[in-house]
């Protein structure tokens, strides 16, 4: 449980960084959009999936995550915390391919690194789940 908790600060953390590194300013809720998608990166890097499939399986699962995100802050917090309606194909402003595409490419990046890290057995997910199937 530990380890699943360290994985989704550390995607919250994550999505933050990129968030005040490319525009400049973030949300407290893009640090649970951020856990969340590490965790589900997590799983996909676990199953022997072609990398561009899992990566856009990733990037499909962060686009939908900021509708729902996006949607909520608006409607309960009565904020937008961001707004790609100038964006060509965006849908409510909250998610356009552009930004689709770049999750795509980061997906991607980050499904390496964890493959990687579960080679190199420094991934406690992975050892977890090699122990269980070998029971």
């Not at 908790?5 to 893009?30: D, K, N, P």
């Not at 961001?82 to 552009?98: F, K, T």
């Amino acid at each position: 449980m530990l380890e699943r908790i360290s994985l989704f600060m550390l995607g919250g953390g994550g999505y933050l960084a990129v968030e005040l590194a490319w525009r400049g300013t973030s949300h407290w809720t893009m640090f649970l959009a951020g856990g969340a998608c590490l965790c589900l990166l997590q799983r996909l890097a676990a199953r022997k999936i072609a990398l561009p499939v899992a990566a856009g399986i990733g990037a499909a699962g962060a686009s939908g995550l900021e509708v729902v995100v996006g949607l909520l802050c608006r409607n309960f917090l009565h904020i937008a915390v961001w707004d790609y309606s100038n964006e060509w194909g965006n849908v409510a402003g909250l998610i356009c391919p552009r930004y689709s595409f770049y999750w795509f490419l980061l997906c991607g990046w980050v499904l390496v690194v964890l493959r990687a890290a579960g080679k190199l057995k420094i991934n406690p997910v992975y050892r977890t789940q090699k122990a269980a199937a070998k029971s």
